[in-house]
């Protein structure tokens, strides 16, 4: 058996390279504009880690298990070299056995090969993940893709018996299951592709053991099917059907086309998403420092940021003491649901749908030139403190983009915001500076905290601070293993500043706003209690009311002036990748003078029967949301007798 397995995976040789030359191009385009030693765990993995699944890595993983099984059985009626091995002293099961599995060993180790150098490319940066490594993830991830490919080749050995009528049927079904998934939010377990969903306990990846369990019987079953069909396959030379020579080249020369379209397809999106190469569509400008690529329908928006962009920059260059600026490349036709704009190493991409004030994109377009110039006057040392300094990186980006491009009213609304969030959720430096800050508060509050708390940094140890900060950071004599709290002692002493002064200021600071924010618009959620419907769906029912005073007596709430959006947000994978968990709207019922907050959440985007949630609303017309901290739900799967009456939680 051995060395049947051994034979066939000599047979196989051709494909491996064709995938090892495709994993190379896949890597060399991903690192077109960015920096291996700047990714971090959830950067380089960014989309495969989100939660749900990503049809089209889906429909791309399954198409090497399709087509090193296609490789199997065809060519060897075709040839008639089949009939060699059925005249071995061995059982036409084993012949069956040692091609399905040598092409099953031949994927997996391609797998294990492909997140090898993953692991190699993260450890050029010394901290990745931002200073914590996730390994059952990174293992998780092998092995399930392992088991996927090891389904979806049992599927090819079946459909290449079908020959282009059973590709046809199987291109349909993925196309359709992917149709299903975008449309309908899931097709459930008839979507092979389930296997590959994210979900997250924590910051642990659960996998789909059910859709696992259940599409493994179905490819044993499909085995069972191919084996008989192809245990009964008659070659060319026994009187099946013979195929031309010239036949077997147009095939062939169609093949390598479509590889290569397909190359040049994912070269061309991945190299487009990371500001590398230009789609054909894409009109491009250039200033002293930019070099935009964006859509012509932008052109407008596009010709107001050329105006304002080097000048921009200058007085950024300026504030942080830069000597000079680099040139940075600008994707202005990236779609991203995660941010509004995005910043590697000198590439920046902006989603230009997120606002629609040309002076807002403008202000993004300054808040990621600011993480440019972190990465570049830190040498990317700001990496490799991630979780102590990431309310630092955003809040120094909106601080310094306010400052060059001021938008007050969006800018007073983000603060107070953060005002009623520290103080009701009492929020300290030490909060901010750990790692797990986004798995207990809403992280928006990096950016509106962060801004505030440089603020206050400014005040104390000057704004020339900020650059001498990021130099001092990234030099060699700061050792790269401190923890949070120690690398920021340090370093603030470095610059002849104190983080207590800091800190205090802060604290000033911050009381001050509170007590000038008119605390009306944020009403306290009492209480809340969640149930399953019979439909499936989770309800959650919050009383609101007002604010305590300093005696802890509640005043009765001002029902003229509450919020006119609530929402909730489900869903704790914020602390793992840079996905945005779902949100849902809420609904007001007032009766018997309380008032009440009723969100309905779909069965889909809770799954299981334990769930964590965050309530807000938006205090201000077109403000961020307030959130509160995070709560912990239980609805059962299945709605027992009487579901209708919520549980308190």
Same mark, same amino acid.
């Given at each position: 058996?051995?060395?049947?397995?051994?034979?066939?995976?000599?047979?196989?040789?051709?494909?491996?390279?064709?995938?090892?030359?495709?994993?190379?191009?896949?890597?060399?385009?991903?690192?077109?504009?960015?920096?291996?030693?700047?990714?971090?765990?959830?950067?380089?993995?960014?989309?495969?880690?989100?939660?749900?699944?990503?049809?089209?890595?889906?429909?791309?993983?399954?198409?090497?298990?399709?087509?090193?099984?296609?490789?199997?059985?065809?060519?060897?009626?075709?040839?008639?070299?089949?009939?060699?091995?059925?005249?071995?002293?061995?059982?036409?099961?084993?012949?069956?056995?040692?091609?399905?599995?040598?092409?099953?060993?031949?994927?997996?180790?391609?797998?294990?090969?492909?997140?090898?150098?993953?692991?190699?490319?993260?450890?050029?940066?010394?901290?990745?993940?931002?200073?914590?490594?996730?390994?059952?993830?990174?293992?998780?991830?092998?092995?399930?893709?392992?088991?996927?490919?090891?389904?979806?080749?049992?599927?090819?050995?079946?459909?290449?018996?079908?020959?282009?009528?059973?590709?046809?049927?199987?291109?349909?079904?993925?196309?359709?299951?992917?149709?299903?998934?975008?449309?309908?939010?899931?097709?459930?377990?008839?979507?092979?592709?389930?296997?590959?969903?994210?979900?997250?306990?924590?910051?642990?990846?659960?996998?789909?053991?059910?859709?696992?369990?259940?599409?493994?019987?179905?490819?044993?079953?499909?085995?069972?099917?191919?084996?008989?069909?192809?245990?009964?396959?008659?070659?060319?030379?026994?009187?099946?059907?013979?195929?031309?020579?010239?036949?077997?080249?147009?095939?062939?020369?169609?093949?390598?086309?479509?590889?290569?379209?397909?190359?040049?397809?994912?070269?061309?999106?991945?190299?487009?998403?990371?500001?590398?190469?230009?789609?054909?569509?894409?009109?491009?400008?250039?200033?002293?420092?930019?070099?935009?690529?964006?859509?012509?329908?932008?052109?407008?928006?596009?010709?107001?940021?050329?105006?304002?962009?080097?000048?921009?920059?200058?007085?950024?260059?300026?504030?942080?003491?830069?000597?000079?600026?680099?040139?940075?490349?600008?994707?202005?036709?990236?779609?991203?649901?995660?941010?509004?704009?995005?910043?590697?190493?000198?590439?920046?991409?902006?989603?230009?749908?997120?606002?629609?004030?040309?002076?807002?994109?403008?202000?993004?377009?300054?808040?990621?030139?600011?993480?440019?110039?972190?990465?570049?006057?830190?040498?990317?040392?700001?990496?490799?403190?991630?979780?102590?300094?990431?309310?630092?990186?955003?809040?120094?980006?909106?601080?310094?983009?306010?400052?060059?491009?001021?938008?007050?009213?969006?800018?007073?609304?983000?603060?107070?915001?953060?005002?009623?969030?520290?103080?009701?959720?009492?929020?300290?430096?030490?909060?901010?500076?750990?790692?797990?800050?986004?798995?207990?508060?809403?992280?928006?509050?990096?950016?509106?905290?962060?801004?505030?708390?440089?603020?206050?940094?400014?005040?104390?140890?000057?704004?020339?601070?900020?650059?001498?900060?990021?130099?001092?950071?990234? &030099?060699?004599? /700061?050792? @790269?293993?401190?923890? %949070?709290? *120690?690398?920021?002692?340090? !370093? =603030?002493? $470095?610059?002849?500043? #104190?983080?207590?002064?800091?800190?205090?200021?802060?604290?000033?600071?911050?009381?001050?706003?509170?007590?000038?924010?008119?605390?009306?618009?944020?009403?306290?959620?009492? &209480?809340?209690? /969640?149930? @399953?419907?019979?439909? %499936?769906? *989770?309800?959650?029912?919050? !009383? =609101?009311? $007002?604010?305590?005073? #300093?005696?802890?007596?509640?005043?009765?709430?001002?029902?003229?002036?509450?919020?006119?959006?609530?929402?909730?947000?489900?869903?704790?994978?914020?602390?793992?990748?840079?996905?945005?968990?779902?949100?849902?709207?809420?609904?007001?019922?007032?009766?018997?003078?309380?008032?009440?907050?009723?969100?309905?959440?779909?069965?889909?985007?809770?799954?299981?029967?334990?769930?964590?949630?965050?309530?807000?609303?938006?205090?201000?017309?077109?403000?961020?949301?307030?959130?509160?901290?995070?709560?912990?739900?239980?609805?059962?799967?299945?709605?027992?007798?009487?579901?209708?009456?919520?549980?308190?939680?």
């Amino acid at each position: 058996m051995f060395v049947l397995i051994f034979k066939e995976l000599r047979q196989l040789l051709p494909i491996a390279w064709l995938w090892l030359a495709v994993i190379a191009l896949g890597f060399a385009s991903r690192l077109i504009g960015s920096r291996a030693d700047e990714e971090t765990f959830a950067s380089w993995y960014e989309g495969y880690l989100d939660v749900g699944s990503d049809p089209m890595i889906a429909a791309v993983a399954a198409l090497v298990g399709l087509v090193t099984a296609w490789s199997l059985f065809p060519r060897e009626i075709d040839d008639s070299t089949i009939d060699f091995l059925r005249a071995l002293p061995v059982s036409r099961t084993q012949v069956f056995m040692a091609k399905y599995l040598a092409a099953v060993l031949l994927v997996s180790c391609l797998t294990i090969f492909s997140y090898g150098i993953d692991a190699l490319l993260l450890a050029w940066n010394p901290e990745s993940l931002g200073g914590k490594f996730y390994p059952q993830v990174f293992y998780t991830l092998i092995w399930r893709d392992i088991v996927f490919s090891a389904i979806i080749v049992a599927h090819g050995v079946l459909i290449s018996w079908f020959r282009v009528t059973g590709l046809v049927v199987y291109v349909i079904y993925l196309l359709g299951v992917a149709w299903l998934e975008s449309s309908a939010g899931g097709a459930g377990l008839f979507s092979v592709l389930s296997i590959l969903s994210n979900e997250y306990h924590g910051s642990r990846l659960v996998v789909d053991l059910r859709a696992i369990v259940v599409h493994a019987i179905v490819a044993f079953f499909l085995l069972c099917i191919a084996h008989f069909l192809w245990g009964r396959a008659a070659s060319a030379r026994s009187g099946g059907k013979q195929r031309s020579r010239a036949g077997g080249f147009w095939r062939a020369l169609l093949s390598v086309g479509a590889f290569l379209a397909l190359g040049v397809t994912l070269l061309r999106i991945t190299a487009s998403e990371n500001g590398g190469l230009v789609d054909d569509s894409l009109s491009v400008a250039t200033t002293a420092h930019f070099r935009f690529a964006f859509h012509p329908a932008d052109e407008r928006t596009v010709n107001y940021l050329l105006a304002h962009a080097d000048e921009d920059f200058k007085e950024l260059g300026a504030r942080l003491g830069a000597d000079e600026l680099p040139t940075v490349r600008v994707n202005l036709a990236a779609a991203s649901e995660h941010a509004a704009g995005l910043a590697t190493w000198k590439t920046i991409r902006m989603d230009l749908d997120t606002f629609e004030a040309d002076v807002s994109q403008r202000r993004v377009l300054s808040h990621e030139a600011v993480h440019v110039m972190q990465s570049v006057l830190s040498n990317r040392a700001l990496a490799r403190h991630f979780g102590a300094t990431r309310f630092f990186v955003e809040g120094m980006a909106q601080y310094l983009s306010f400052a060059i491009v001021p938008e007050e009213q969006r800018r007073s609304s983000n603060r107070a915001i953060a005002a009623v969030a520290w103080k009701r959720q009492d929020i300290r430096f030490d909060d901010m500076s750990d790692p797990g800050f986004a798995s207990r508060h809403d992280p928006d509050l990096y950016y509106s905290l962060g801004d505030l708390w440089t603020e206050s940094f400014v005040a104390v140890c000057g704004e020339a601070a900020l650059g001498d900060f990021l130099r001092a950071a990234g &030099s060699d004599d /700061v050792p @790269r293993s401190l923890s %949070g709290t *120690v690398f920021w002692h340090g !370093t =603030l002493v $470095a610059l002849g500043c #104190e983080l207590e002064r800091v800190n205090d200021q802060f604290q000033q600071d911050m009381q001050s706003l509170y007590e000038r924010t008119d605390r009306s618009r944020f009403p306290v959620f009492d &209480s809340a209690r /969640v149930s @399953r419907l019979p439909d %499936g769906r *989770v309800r959650i029912i919050a !009383t =609101l009311g $007002a604010e305590p005073d #300093e005696s802890g007596v509640s005043p009765e709430l001002n029902q003229d002036e509450l919020p006119a959006r609530f929402t909730v947000r489900v869903g704790s994978n914020a602390s793992l990748v840079a996905a945005v968990d779902p949100v849902f709207r809420g609904r007001i019922e007032r009766s018997e003078g309380e008032v009440q907050i009723i969100y309905e959440v779909p069965a889909r985007a809770v799954p299981r029967s334990r769930f964590e949630y965050q309530l807000g609303y938006s205090p201000y017309a077109d403000s961020r949301v307030w959130y509160d901290t995070r709560r912990t739900g239980t609805a059962a799967v299945e709605a027992p007798a009487g579901a209708g009456n919520p549980s308190p939680q």
